[in-house]
């Protein structure tokens, strides 16, 4: 295990060497580079949700197209730490980015501005390895945890901690991405990991149980995505941007028609590499029109008020958020 931190940063530096060489060729002023977490599980790029959609049925490409801009989609294995790089690189000028590597660009200075909501309600699953006495949080003392550090996934796993009087120093954190926490998991390397569809996935194989999601603490630790700008590129395009909250709101209409369902799975299922079961248990719930909102209405903003005070208290960050300086409501307003 020892090994597996030098090497993720090894592939953190290509994939950040990656993303400045391909933007930096053949990249124009009326172009606009959108990157995404890539969550998926095959030979596709995925994004999950709604950015699934957009991304599938090339919608923002469609609208942009009426201003004369082309759309750059960088998906990144990489996830909120590469994705922050780029921001800092000035090689990203827009993210559908997890709330925590989104707070922690904004408290490290990125010049970043939220304009809208990518996702939010979204479970995470505790999976534990086979054969493993661990039925609760308050099981996890001193066990070995795969965690994808630097990522929304962090955020919630402190978070669903902190809902039950424990502490990150209270159990073991191994920093991995999620596919080698699948990895050690199935190997027994370690005793547990957090996450989403891949944990669902495990379960589905015989490698893994699930005694409990955020769904089972009250919705404590449910991530959220925001739509994430930089704050020189909002001042220059703002057509591009309100643009871009428009499309989020038709996606948003399209698939929480419930005519739409079975193709808003199969467009995920197919992104993602993940079968239609899977995705069905997070998605096929009651009141999928508020959850693929793009609004950030006073309670989602409370929420990620509270992620940012959590994130202080536990030193995860060092300097303040403004929240009210960092949320601008226009686009959604308009």
């Known amino acids: 295990m020892k090994y597996i931190q030098p090497f993720r940063r090894i592939i953190n530096c290509i994939t950040i060497l990656l993303l400045f060489f391909s933007m930096v060729a053949g990249v124009s002023a009326s172009d606009i580079r959108i990157a995404v977490s890539d969550i998926g599980a095959g030979d596709k790029p995925a ?8 991304y599938h049925q090339h919608l923002l490409e469609k609208a942009l197209s009426k201003q004369g801009v082309t759309v750059h989609w960088l998906f990144i294995k990489g996830a909120g730490p590469a994705i922050n790089e780029g921001f800092a690189s000035q090689q990203i000028d827009l993210a559908y980015l997890g709330d925590f590597a989104s707070i922690i660009g904004r408290s490290h200075g990125l010049d970043t501005r939220v304009i809208g909501v990518a996702s939010r ?3 995470h699953y505790l999976a534990v390895a086979k054969g493993e006495n661990i039925h609760s949080l308050a099981d996890l003392k001193g066990k070995r945890i795969g965690l994808f550090r630097g990522t929304a996934a962090e955020l919630s796993f402190v978070l669903a901690l902190n809902s039950q009087g424990l502490q990150p120093r209270d159990v073991k954190i191994i920093n991995m991405d999620f596919a080698t926490a699948s990895a050690a998991l199935a190997a027994k390397q370690i005793d547990a990991t957090w996450g989403g569809a891949n944990t669902l996935s495990l379960r589905d194989k015989g490698i893994a149980d699930i005694p409990l999601s955020t769904a089972d603490i009250n919705g404590v630790g449910q991530l959220n995505g925001l739509i994430v700008v930089d704050e020189s590129f909002a001042r220059k395009n703002r057509a591009i941007l309100q643009t871009i909250i428009d499309v989020q709101r038709q996606a948003a209409a399209w698939a929480s028609t419930p005519a739409n369902k079975q193709a808003f799975n199969q467009i995920m299922a197919e992104q993602s590499g993940y079968p239609q079961s899977i995705l069905r248990k997070e998605w096929d719930t ?11 209405d006073p309670k989602f903003i409370s929420v990620i008020a509270h992620s940012i005070e959590v994130a202080r208290q536990l030193n995860l960050i060092r300097q303040p958020i403004d929240i009210n300086q960092w949320f601008d409501l226009s686009y959604l307003n308009k």
């Open 47 to 54: 994004g999950g949700g709604l950015i699934d959609v957009i």
């Open 121 to 123: 309600g979204i479970n």
């Open 286 to 296: 009651p009141g999928l029109p508020q959850r693929l909102s793009v609004d950030a």
